[in-house]
């Protein structure tokens, strides 16, 4: 076999080219498919849990009246002959009336011992009215809020009546005297359990009833109206918690069957085995087994309470079977309430099932309130009757015969039953019938270790499942089990504990209670432990100490914190992820936990962790980090500095690939600020002044007159503007709205709106009650002003300011949150937009506290209008909204006259950084709201504490929720895309045929030669001017860029699929574009010259684009125009080469280095300094060679090859080109050459290895875009001068397009882009005419 598999692997036999590259599809590894890119991250919803009992009851005192009269049948019922006579297993006759009462009496307190024993018992023997009430009524004192039993034999008296009367004596025994239910409702008060052992039982739980339902109304009557005479005596109780069990129906009389007991229903109900064994007996099968009798049952050995003996282990399975019973016919509720809450209730009410099941047979049908659904044809009875059976059998023996005593094979059976349920169950099915009896077999040793592990298997099915074991009643046994000491019991418990959490974290406080948690400590610390398990122990651990102060305090005690740090460096992830995260909960807001930690230096070995390669575990320690700096407590010297530290570590990751760290990160500088706040006020005061007197040259103002395209002011132009944060809407946009828009976009810096950007794009809805309007947030800092004091701070010298100084740690954090303000990811951009503007509200507040009181100094840049928004507003649906006079920003990015003061305009919201600014938020909106104080409500409706947080010490991200969803999921099912026969894998087997047949067709037309490509197969006006196209390699779509939105096309329908913004701020551009896991699920990467990368998923399909992840490619990018020529107006932006075999990612662009990112790992890998002083213009890699080929600007091709240092790997550099490279193209074959054009159209061929070209061919001057066709041998350029010329390997040209198809012929505009289909021989062509082409070889080939 090991043959066939590396015959399999081994591309040399017996594989075509496309089996072989069919097989390379299902090898080739996908980026960004994790959880973490295609789940919301934030915790599941919690299940409401309704397993907790409420109020656990205890029944602590017993009434046992019995009214026997012995001797004396009662008038109304006519008794067979021979009939029942035994009363509690005696015969009453046998002795004298008397002593059979106290007899029969005091058996009857033992057999109810046997399942109370510590309840107050007190017999009422043939009693009188009086001596009943006197009973009940001193019972209800001394038992206060709990349960009194009252239990009525009713066998020497007559039946009950319809009025609700049973029958007791006068105290000469000459009479019967009736006692009203109503009277001993009010005696027994509630809650209280009655039963009911006479003929005719069911009219008593009738009136009982209707009386309780009397006493509601008089309650009622008596609250609502106070007058009345109802009102004046003492409330009756109510009788809602009161629960009845009774012999039989109201019309039927008790059997008289003389093999029975008189008293058959107390029988069942309190010595069950007993009587089920007498009954099994008289059945006719119990013939099948030979030998047995009544007397034979009697002498069956052991204790009902040992279940290592015969009886106890009948006892035993009688228990688990009517559990099972009750648990799968009850409704929850009532089986909770029955079964759960107190042990006698619970007792009686399983042995109720047994008389049912014996009763029945004798046509007398036992009643109950609550009414129970009919149990007694239940299959689990039939389980019974063969343990009986086996039991009977296998005791027998050993009766006659002293043998050792055989284990009945019924707990086995059972769970090998369940075992089956769990292996070859449907999705969705019923709950497994064997659930109690699982949780019965945990008390046995022989079993506990297979019950514990189909117990975790079931638990594994999801959270429904851990509700279920919940409310069956696991609990308290396996919190029980933590005092085992058995090691092999110890990953079985540590699973199911870690499924119980997930689903249920209030259990914390149960398991510190019961030292529970120094069972999950001392798995933690054993090093024998498979990571798995101590990941589990570690997770369990962090629930316990998750805002529970108790919990930390006695982690820490357990040593918790060394125990941690020693696991920081383990090999596995998720245990890595857990430790920090548990780390980070125990010094949250609990001071000794931190002080332990530094001293433990722990903040210096989680560093360690901030360059992981795994993202999560990154995460996870900037959370720890964060709690680490974010305590509340006194600071010294030294708490500063190592806050300090810590701040600055955390910075380094303010490029990190991947967003859930940068969002982490800016929660964790968020607790910083918290703390230094009154530092982090005297910086933003300097950056917002430095701000406003200085002009930066924005790229947009300085970048050659080309670079920005004029937008056209049409109608005709679909502009699609409309992005949620996270998700982008399709909007049928008017062309009223349109014009709006267009206009907007089209102002320059000055009093322009705030372009869309993710910095200003709406943070949430929930802000809507000061501004009336759902989707409007205003801040004091726009996304203008915090991007200009992003610049300024890299530009201006700033070594001016007082105060702080330059490099202080607090201006280095502004730095970096100003940075992360402006980050491509919205949810980072948002969390850190409120963080800046929560310090800039408080710095403003308190800085000109009088200003803002003084209603004379409102400038002209904050007009009094109510209405007036504010410009830096989002609008969720349409277009970005109409400059306004007034503005939100702390300042127009207009120079100001020297006059101008701060606007005091006050932001709609108050932002709380631990305080709250005084009554801010009941002011009005309007020029009053400065010269009184607040009123009670604003006039927009806002009421008094409405107002929002921008920040709060308890800024979240929802990571730790998130990552402990792992531990509620199933992890043994085998995952969707691994199951052959699941959707998915059926999906992605269809992708990976329709690719092989795309390459298989396509080589067959490339193969034979091209020997023309003019032939125009689609044209379309694109809604932007197309800067970037890029063809699906295996589908019909094809990807159009413009400056900042994406346009999807089906070039075979010649249909528009989508159309979305990119969301870059209005002064860069999209300049390149990749299709990551084009063989399977596809992604869009858009890189804009601004050095951000952003990847979509989603698009061209009847959903809505949703943004996967986006981050800074490269940070310092120049807005450099070095070396570049005036034909070609732009600067070469950002260039990126992808490789799907190995995951990473190239970029470059107007940069020194060649950066490349592992798109796995979210990280960068390498920086390959170019050694040049131009920008890079062309980047192309080969993974099997591990070269990459950049052209440069200045002309020169460099070769690198990345294995080697950054000193050495610059393996050969090519300066034949005179001017500015337009492609440099590394052919992938294992000899592949290089081939490079130049704008001036000199097109040459290198060999690596050699230092000169081996190949030159002339095309056209003035080139302004070029591709080559990586299977074709063909190169396609294009010219400003309004021209396409296709060219074959040896130079000839093959095709020139000058024109497009149609009926007028039109002149193609110059060309902004061009490019080839990877397989087909298409050719895109995007012109300054907002016309998007495509050419094919002749028709008869497609």
Known sequence: MKMDSDLLHSPAVGLTEEEEADMNDWKLPLAFMKKRHSEKIEGSKALAQSWRMKDRMKTVSVALVLCLNVGVDPPDVVKTSPCARLECWIDPLSMSPQKALETIGANLQKQYENWQPRARYKQSLDPTVDEVKKLCTSLRRNAKEERVLFHYNGHGVPRPTVNGEIWVFNKNYTQYIPLSIYDLQTWMGSPSIFVYDCSNAGIIVKSFKQFALQREQELEVAAINPSHPLAQMPLP?????????????????????????????????????????????????????????????????????????????????????????????????????????????????????????????????????????????????????????????????SLRRATAFRHSPFFAEQLTAFQVWLTMGVENRNPPEQLPIVLQVLLSQVHR??????????????????????????????????????????????????????????????????????????????????????????????????????????????????????????????????????????????????????????????????????????????????????????RTDHSTTIDHNVAMMLAQLINDGSPVVRKELVVALSHLVVQYESNFCTVALQFIEEEKNYTVPSPANTAEPGSLTPVRDSPAIPRLRSVNSYTNIRAATTARNLNKSLQNLNLNEEGGPAAFSPGNLSTSSSASSTLGSPDNDEYILSFETIDK????????????????????????????????????????????????????????????????????????????????????????GGSPPMPSASSSSLTNEVPKPPAREQPATRPPYTPTLGGQAPHSHQFPRTRKMFDKGPEQAGEDGDEPGSHRNYISAALQTGLCDWSAKYFAQPVMKIPEEHDLESQVRMERQWRFLRNTRVRRQSRGITQRGVSRLDDQIFINRNPGVPSVVKFHPFNTCIAVADKDS??????????????????????????????????????????????????????????????????QGLSDMLPTTRGQPTSSAHSAGMVVDWEQETGLLMTSGDVRVVRIWDTDREMKVQDIPTGADSCVTSLSC??????????????????????????????????????????????????????????????????????????????????????????ANLFACGSMNQFIAVYNANGDVISNIKYYDGFMGQRIGAISCLAFHPHWPHLAVGSNDYYMSIYSAEKRLR
């Open 237 to 397: 109780p109510s009788m809602k918690n009161c629960i009845q069990l009774a012999a039989c129906e109201a019309s039927e009389l008790l059997p008289m069957n003389p093999d029975l007991p008189a008293d058959l229903f107390t029988s069942c109900l309190t010595t069950p085995i007993k009587i089920a064994l007498r009954w099994f007996c008289m059945q006719k099968s119990a013939k099948l087994v030979p030998g047995v009798t009544l007397d034979l049952i009697e002498k069956i050995p052991g204790r009902l309470n040992d279940r290592r003996t015969p009886l106890g282990e009948l006892n035993w399975i009688f228990t688990a079977i009517t559990d099972t019973i009750a648990w799968n016919v009850l409704p929850r509720d009532l089986f909770q309430k029955l079964f759960r809450q107190d042990l006698l209730v619970a007792s009686l009410f399983r042995n109720f099932l047994l008389a049912e099941r014996i009763m029945r047979s004798y046509n007398c049908t036992p009643v109950s309130s609550p009414r129970l659904p009919p149990t007694y044809m239940h299959a689990m009875w039939q389980a019974w009757d063969l343990a009986v059976d086996i039991c009977l059998l296998s005791s027998l023996p």
């Open 449 to 634: 270790l297979r019950a514990l592990d189909l117990l975790g298997c079931f638990l594994d099915l999801g959270p429904w499942a851990v509700s279920l074991a919940l409310s069956v009643g696991i609990f308290p046994y396996v919190l029980k089990l933590l005092q085992s000491s058995a090691r092999e019991l110890r990953p079985l418990l540590v699973f199911i504990w870690a499924k119980i959490l997930a689903v249920d974290s209030s259990c914390q406080a149960d398991l510190v209670k019961d030292n529970g948690h120094k069972y999950f400590l001392s798995v933690l610390a054993d090093s024998y432990m498979p990571a798995e398990h101590r990941t589990m122990a570690v997770f369990i651990l962090a629930v316990i100490v998750n805002s529970y102060n108790t919990g930390q305090e006695a982690c820490l005690q357990g040593n918790l914190i060394a125990n941690c740090l020693e696991q920081l460096s383990d090999p596995h992830p998720l245990l890595r992820q857990w430790v920090a995260i548990c780390l980070g909960r125990i010094w949250q807001n609990f001071e000794p936990a931190r002080w332990c930690g530094v001293r433990d230096s722990a903040h210096e070995k989680l560093y360690t962790l901030l360059s992981d390669p795994i993202p999560e575990v990154r995460c996870a320690a900037v959370f720890a980090l964060g709690t680490f700096v974010g305590n509340s407590a006194e």
């Open 789 to 876: 004091m992003r610049r300024v701070s890299s530009y201006s010298s700033l070594n001016s300011l007082i105060g702080v100084s330059f490099n202080s740690v607090y201006t280095q954090i502004w730095r970096v949150l100003l940075h992360l303000a402006a980050d491509p990811f919205p949810e980072v951009s948002d969390l850190a937009m409120k963080v800046l503007n929560s310090i800039a509200y408080k710095a403003t507040m308190n800085a000109r506290p009088q200003r803002i009181l003084d209603s004379g100094s409102l400038t002209q840049s904050a007009p009094a209008s109510p209405t007036s928004k504010g410009t830096h507003i989002h609008q969720a």
């Open 1046 to 1111: 994406i346009c999807f096309w089906d070039w075979e329908k010649g249909e528009r699929l989508d159309y979305f913004y990119n969301g870059n701020p209005r002064y860069t551009r999209i300049t390149a574009m990749e299709y990551l896991n084009g063989h399977d699920c596809s992604l869009l990467l858009t890189a804009t010259d601004d050095g951000a990368l952003r990847i979509w998923k989603n698009f061209a399909d009847q959903k809505n684009p949703e943004m996967v992840t986006a981050w």
């Open 1182 to 1271: 080969d993974s099997q060679r591990s070269l990459i080929v950049a052209g440069l600007g200045d002309g020169s091709v460099r070769v690198f090859d990345r294995r080697m240092g950054p000193n050495e790997c610059r393996v050969m550099t090519y300066r034949e080109h005179g001017a500015w490279v337009v492609k440099a193209h590394l052919q992938k074959e294992t000899d592949g050459h290089i081939i490079s054009v130049s704008v001036n159209g000199d097109v040459r061929f290198f060999e690596p290895r050699s230092p000169d070209s081996i190949n030159v061919l002339q095309t056209v001057k003035g080139l302004t875009a070029l591709d080559i066709h990586p299977q």
